[in-house]
């Protein structure tokens, strides 16, 4: 049997993972590889508790691993944009196929990189970038490849779904629940990334990109995380009959690509609502297949091995191949991308909730309903909560029928500027997901 030489650069949580899983099941994995896969070396500035390398040659320098005559396949799982771009061109510059985790690296420097890649004839495997250790790049690019996709949309953070499954099931505090999801190894290392959204954007970006063959580009694209999102919003979504996730969602429109990262109200009889904890779910809607979803660990040690591991077989595999014979980074040749416009938040079309605190006196609510109406906007529901004890104030949640975005916030505007309204509105956006 021939042998491929493996170098990890790495030995965090997703590093010990990769080793381990392999260590373990090196004889199934060997077999769907068609040949052994052999880890020759790894590149640490430390040891890992977690993981007995044994005798593999363990090195602090991880650019000697990148420049190792032995080595065919440099496996990135460093992170971050600055160090990892470099070990990433070093590698391929020295002839080495890399596969990486890295999201934030291939969404933002993915078009060089597989540039780079493709004109030596070399592979850039990611699989492991997106939703953990659901196969959700091959999935897309490879599994609905007849399609033309309509839209995409899922749970792309698996922080950010734990946090908020502790907080509405177990009633948790937030920075009590990140510090968890810290050390179950879920949280970047700037744990902002997730709970921000950026970490979600990243993903999205990469998605879109194969959804829709066009270049991976952060341009434009809407982020909103959930740090702003407060505890009686989940309490009254879920009166209502959704559930609030934080979704990324790439959608194509007749006026571009929406490419939008935001907590989002989903029905709870929707399949979405139910993925709980550090899961992950991505939709598929597309012109043949109909939805897909896609679901399982969005994060953690060997989820994200599995999906790293999965991309170590391919390259392995098909080595010796010749370029037409390999999957294209994006699906279609970078040639074949084409810009598309990207659809301003303003612009876009959905249902909204909407939270605020009026005056509870006679024809308060008739004024609120008329600026709504005068928008233009159809109201779905209207719910009073019971007014406070010694308040004059109560709560008022509407629920609206698709609207524009600019719509909405031309009466959030006027009904903020009411007398009989105090604070600012709370607006978040609705999906339902089934067009
Ligand atoms: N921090 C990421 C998450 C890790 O929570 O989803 C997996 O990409």
Same mark, same amino acid.
């Given at each position: 049997?021939?042998?491929?030489?493996?170098?990890?650069?790495?030995?965090?949580?997703?590093?010990?993972?990769?080793?381990?899983?392999?260590?373990?099941?090196?004889?199934?994995?060997?077999?769907?590889?068609?040949?052994?896969?052999?880890?020759?070396?790894?590149?640490?500035?430390?040891?890992?508790?977690?993981?007995?390398?044994?005798?593999?040659?363990?090195?602090?320098?991880?650019?000697?691993?990148?420049?190792?005559?032995?080595?065919?396949?440099?496996?990135?799982?460093?992170?971050?944009?600055?160090?990892?771009?470099?070990?990433?061109?070093?590698?391929?510059?020295?002839?080495?196929?890399?596969?990486?985790?890295?999201?934030?690296?291939?969404?933002?420097?993915?078009?060089?990189?597989?540039?780079?890649?493709?004109?030596?004839?070399?592979?850039?495997?990611?699989?492991?970038?997106?939703?953990?250790?659901?196969?959700?790049?091959?999935?897309?690019?490879?599994?609905?490849?007849?399609?033309?996709?309509?839209?995409?949309?899922?749970?792309?953070?698996?922080?950010?779904?734990?946090?908020?499954?502790?907080?509405?099931?177990?009633?948790?505090?937030?920075?009590?629940?990140?510090?968890?999801?810290?050390?179950?190894?879920?949280?970047?290392?700037?744990?902002?990334?997730?709970?921000?959204?950026?970490?979600?954007?990243?993903?999205?970006?990469?998605?879109?990109?194969?959804?829709?063959?066009?270049?991976?580009?952060?341009?434009?694209?809407?982020?909103?995380?959930?740090?702003?999102?407060?505890?009686?919003?989940?309490?009254?979504?879920?009166?209502?009959?959704?559930?609030?996730?934080?979704?990324?969602?790439?959608?194509?429109?007749?006026?571009?690509?929406?490419?939008?990262?935001?907590?989002?109200?989903?029905?709870?009889? #929707?399949? !979405? =609502?139910?993925?709980? &904890? +550090? $899961?992950?779910?991505?939709?598929?809607? *597309?012109? %043949?297949?109909?939805?897909? @979803?896609?679901?399982?660990?969005?994060?953690?040690?060997?989820?994200?091995?599995? #999906?790293? !591991? =999965?991309?170590?077989? &391919? +390259? $392995?595999?098909?080595?010796?191949?010749? *370029?037409? %014979?390999?999957?294209?980074? @994006?699906?279609?040749?970078?040639?074949?991308?084409?810009?598309?416009?990207?659809?301003?938040?303003?612009?876009?079309?959905?249902?909204?909730?909407?939270?605020?605190?009026?005056?509870?006196?006679?024809?308060?609510?008739?004024?609120?309903?008329?600026?709504?109406?005068?928008?233009?906007?159809?109201?779905?529901?209207?719910?009073?909560?019971?007014?406070?004890?010694?308040?004059?104030?109560?709560?008022?949640?509407?629920?609206?029928?698709?609207?524009?975005?600019?719509?909405?916030?031309?009466?959030?505007?006027?009904?903020?500027?009411?007398?009989?309204?105090?604070?600012?509105?709370?607006?978040?956006?609705?999906?339902?997901?089934?067009?």
């Amino acid at each position: 049997m021939r042998s491929v030489q493996v170098g990890i650069c790495g030995l965090g949580t997703v590093g010990s993972g990769v080793f381990n899983v392999i260590s373990r099941n090196s004889s199934n994995i060997n077999q769907r590889a068609n040949c052994a896969i052999n880890i020759a070396q790894i590149g640490a500035r430390r040891d890992n508790p977690n993981c007995d390398t044994g005798s593999t040659n363990v090195v602090r320098d991880i650019f000697e691993v990148a420049q190792n005559p032995d080595i065919d396949i440099v496996v990135e799982l460093i992170g971050g944009t600055t160090v990892a771009y470099d070990l990433v061109m070093t590698a391929l510059k020295n002839n080495k196929h890399v596969v990486t985790a890295n999201k934030a690296l291939i969404a933002e420097h993915g078009m060089e990189i597989f540039s780079v890649a493709a004109s030596k004839g070399l592979v850039v495997a990611y699989e492991a970038a997106v939703a953990g250790g659901i196969p959700i790049i091959k999935g897309l690019r490879e599994g609905l490849s007849a399609n033309q996709v309509n839209w995409v949309a899922g749970i792309i953070n698996g922080t950010t779904n734990f946090i908020l499954t502790e907080m509405d099931t177990k009633g948790r505090d937030f920075n009590d629940v990140l510090v968890e999801a810290q050390e179950k190894g879920y949280a970047e290392a700037d744990p902002t990334f997730d709970v921000e959204g950026i970490d979600a954007a990243h993903k999205l970006v990469i998605l879109a990109s194969i959804a829709f063959e066009m270049p991976l580009t952060l341009e434009g694209l809407y982020t909103d995380g959930i740090t702003q999102l407060e505890p009686q919003d989940v309490a009254y979504a879920k009166e209502l009959g959704y559930a609030i996730k934080h979704l990324g969602i790439a959608r194509q429109t007749k006026q571009g690509v929406e490419l939008r990262v935001h907590p989002t109200l989903v029905p709870q009889a #929707s399949m !979405i =609502a139910g993925v709980n &904890d +550090v $899961a992950n779910a991505v939709m598929v809607n *597309a012109d %043949a297949v109909g939805t897909t @979803l896609f679901c399982g660990p969005g994060a953690g040690a060997e989820p994200t091995a599995s #999906s790293v !591991i =999965a991309d170590i077989v &391919d +390259v $392995a595999r098909t080595i010796d191949a010749p *370029a037409e %014979a390999k999957v294209n980074a @994006l699906g279609c040749p970078i040639s074949a991308l084409e810009q598309r416009n990207i659809v301003a938040i303003e612009e876009i079309e959905t249902s909204f909730y909407m939270r605020f605190s009026a005056l509870d006196k006679p024809g308060v609510l008739s004024e609120i309903t008329s600026i709504m109406g005068d928008t233009g906007i159809s109201i779905e529901a209207i719910v009073q909560k019971e007014q406070p004890a010694g308040e004059d104030y109560v709560n008022v949640i509407i629920v609206t029928n698709v609207t524009q975005e600019k719509l909405l916030s031309t009466a959030v505007e006027r009904i903020e500027n009411l007398e009989t309204v105090r604070d600012s509105i709370k607006f978040i956006r609705v999906e339902h997901l089934d067009q």
